[in-house]
């Protein structure tokens, strides 16, 4: 099992940058495939981007392809989500998620492909 908690969030302005971790607790940490979902009010959790366990596989949702990029690093068992290029449409509750399999695309864009959540953090991306 593994504890995830997300940090990094917060306000900033329209073509600005903000640097997401998520820091997780427990053992194996290469052995999970790390995803970072959000949820603006009113819509339902969406994928943004996932990375294979040694961190050499990465996919991303089409809205932020070229604007954000993931990583991790397996010795601090952190995963990072930078996000250039903000846009008003980005503000929302950031998660962070794991999962032991890399699966297909589907499964890696779902919500119900992960087993692990963090608690989020807010993102705010202001005109």
């Known amino acids: 099992q593994v504890q995830l908690v997300e940090s990094g969030g917060g306000l900033v302005q329209a073509g600005g940058s903000l640097r997401l971790s998520c820091a997780a607790s427990g053992r194996a940490f290469s052995n999970y495939v790390m995803g970072w979902f959000r949820q603006a009010p009113g819509k339902e959790r969406e994928f943004v981007a996932v990375?294979?366990?040694?961190?050499?596989?990465?996919y991303y949702a089409d809205s932020v392809k070229g604007r954000f990029t993931i990583s991790r690093d397996n010795a601090k068992n952190t995963v990072y989500l930078q996000m250039n290029s903000l846009k008003l449409e980005d503000t929302a509750i950031y998660y962070c998620a794991a999962n032991t399999k890399w699966g297909s695309i589907a499964t890696r864009r779902s919500t119900e492909g992960y087993a692990y959540w963090g608690q989020g953090t807010q993102v705010t991306v202001s005109s």
């Open positions: 990375i294979s366990g040694a961190g050499g596989n990465t």
